[in-house]
């Protein structure tokens, strides 16, 4: 399916005129053989081009044997010039192989460019010419193509697909088709794509570039290196049989689209993402550029609304592939297929579900919304070293198609809180969307509303009630210790019980509430009104757990204890903000005071 949708993406109109023409690939061409239209070299033969410079010039794929491009290839096929080890019967006949196709594309074309290049190669003798190459100090190894110099000054690299010869393109891509024909090494059978019976290539005719960790010369989407692989006796590309046709398309149009960075992204340096449409679309993918959810999701917003908007959503198909490189080969991770109007749909329930407030009980509406990227960073100590494709593809395929996130994640979740004994904003927006995503209804949603501690979640299970609460009472008696000791104490609350408290809060929280109580003590004394509004937030915490099996609960499993870090996030962000909005009280009280003071003086 991925294969044909490729090929049908590049049929489409508006992609087949970006994509390279048949045959034709951008190629690192290093040097430029001027001659005349007689054949003969100018002045100045041999210009060198520079270092990154590629031309759209004839191309095709050679693992073995002999294969000649047209009219560009390295100096052993154009000049029969190599190094000195190389066998002379094979250079010989790579040369003699690529003067023969360039003198039927003469005969064919009768093109005069073509015909001065026939000529060219004709008069050069290998044997004593090839020391004016040695002579430049020329390596055989780098691209050679022609410069035809016409008498009125015009210039023609008949190579180059933007010279404008048809006729010469017509016959490379007739050529190439006829290719195996000729040599009998492949079959005629029914082509995968086309569904049609067809001469099928060997070897794909495009290798794969752009994939993270790929070889630099390409990586290959359909191959069988190894006996394990093959089946009913066939090879290489031969055991998924493919024209040169479909290959050629599927190919160009998934390189098109990893070259595009509005079709493309790469995430965490390893995984590609190429995501497109059926038909072609308005929408502005180039939002997508630089990974800023809050802007995505509002041009997602307006992009769903009206009838209309969704009637054509609706019928355009949305596709996306996860690609991988595995040394020479290209490994789908995934391969998403849906509505365009569902993508959206579901892309802006993701953002929703992982709404939550800041560590200060704020909501940040320019950073509300958290990227792939930074989700599955959260989940490892070390995310270089730790991160996998699989975790990071379950993301996106969940934000794009809907689903739900696996409960290994709410897991290792668990075991990063509690190892360092902190619930960032990160891991908790990512334990609310692992858990929206688990619940199938609105309705037995808690957290659909649960974005800061004023919505108040009602769970329909008693012990993740409790868990939740008994969170807000570990980062509430947190509080209270920093209130009475301040914040130089050497090992708190949370550094020495953290991991008890969420695992077994029946045998933590008692003692720990009981200990609470000196320093609750020590505010009545010293700070009465701190000491009542302290008090006052424990009684109502501690009204909202459940006293079935005694006050706390024994035990928690790994998703109560995840419900356990929300609690104690979102309690925390509102102590945070309390006292934030405290000392912005106080500061405007005593501005009022000295300016009316100030006011009486007068």
């Known amino acids: 399916m991925l294969l044909k949708q490729l090929y049908d993406l590049s049929q489409r109109s508006d992609i087949k005129a970006k994509l390279p023409i048949t045959g034709y690939n951008l190629v690192p061409v290093k040097w430029l053989v ?4 007689d054949g003969n070299l100018l002045s100045s033969p041999f210009q060198e081009l520079g270092k990154r410079e590629k031309r759209m010039v004839p191309d095709c794929k050679r693992s073995s044997g002999i294969k000649p491009k047209l009219l560009a290839d390295k100096g052993d096929y154009v000049f029969g010039y190599a190094e000195a080890d190389a066998p002379a019967d094979k250079v010989a006949e790579r040369h003699q192989q690529f003067k023969a196709l360039v003198q039927q594309c003469a005969e064919v074309t009768q093109s005069p460019d073509v015909m001065a290049v026939a000529h060219f190669l004709e008069q050069w003798t290998p044997a004593t010419d090839n020391a004016k190459l040695s002579e430049q100090g020329i390596d055989s190894s780098q691209v050679f193509t022609f410069c035809v110099h016409h008498p009125d000054g015009i210039t023609v690299i008949p190579a180059d697909a933007q010279a404008g010869l048809p006729k010469v393109q017509d016959f490379w891509a007739d050529h190439l088709s006829g290719a195996s024909s000729k040599s009998g090494s492949s079959p005629i059978m029914t082509c995968l794509v ?66 595009d960075e509005s079709s493309r992204f790469i995430l965490n340096n390893d995984v590609a993402y190429v995501f497109w449409t059926q038909q072609t679309t308005r929408l502005r993918t180039q939002t997508y550029k630089n990974d800023q959810p809050s802007k995505i999701r509002a041009v997602l917003v307006k992009a769903i609304q009206g009838k209309k908007r969704t009637a054509r959503l609706k019928a355009n198909r949305f596709y996306g592939a ?47 919304y958290l990227s792939i990227y930074r989700l599955s960073r959260c ?18 395929r969940v934000a794009i198609k809907g689903g739900t996130l696996t409960h290994e994640m709410l897991t290792q979740l668990v075991k990063r809180n509690r190892a360092e004994r902190n619930v960032t904003r990160d891991r908790a927006a990512l334990i609310k969307l692992i858990l929206t995503t688990q619940l199938k209804t609105t309705e037995d949603n808690p957290m659909a509303d649960m ?16 868990a939740y609460h008994c969170g807000r009472l570990l980062a509430q008696l947190e509080e209270i210790q920093t209130q009475a000791l301040g914040r130089g104490v050497n090992a708190t609350l949370i550094d020495r019980f953290y991991g008890a408290a969420s695992a077994t809060p029946g045998k933590v929280l008692g003692k720990l509430v009981a200990d609470a109580q ?28 459940s006293p079935e099996s005694g006050l706390f609960p024994n035990s928690l499993n790994s998703q109560q204890q995840s419900i356990f870090a929300l609690g104690y996030y979102h309690q925390r962000a509102q102590n945070r903000k309390d006292a934030k909005d405290g000392a912005a009280a106080k500061k405007r009280a005593k501005t009022q005071a000295t300016a009316a003071v100030e006011a009486d003086s007068e």
């Open 451 to 466: 974005y800061c501690l004023n919505a108040k979640p009602q769970f329909k299970d008693s012990l993740e009630q409790a």
């Open 34 to 37: 001027n001659i005349d239209l």
């Open 322 to 368: 996860a690609l991988t490189a595995s040394g020479a080969r290209v490994v789908v991770r995934d391969w998403i297929d849906t509505t365009l109007h569902s993508a959206i749909a579901n892309l802006i329930s993701w953002f929703d579900a992982q709404d939550l407030v800041d560590a200060y009980g704020e909501v940040d509406y320019s950073r509300r």
């Open 518 to 545: 000196p320093h609750l003590a020590r505010l009545r004394k010293d700070r009465r009104g701190a000491y009542e509004a302290l008090q006052q937030k424990l009684e109502d915490i501690l009204c909202n757990i």
């Open 194 to 259: 086309l569904a049609e019976d067809r001469l099928v290539e060997e070897r794909m005719p495009i290798s794969i570039k752009g994939i993270p960790n790929g070889q630099t010369s390409g990586t290959a989407l359909v191959s069988a290196n190894a006996a394990p692989f093959t089946s009913y006796g066939l090879k290489n590309s031969l055991t998924s049989p493919i024209s040169r046709e479909a290959g050629e398309g599927f190919g160009k149009a998934l390189n098109h689209l990893l070259s």
């Open 379 to 396: 989940l490892y100590r070390d995310p270089k070293k730790e991160d996998i494709a699989r975790i990071t593809t379950r993301l996106m």
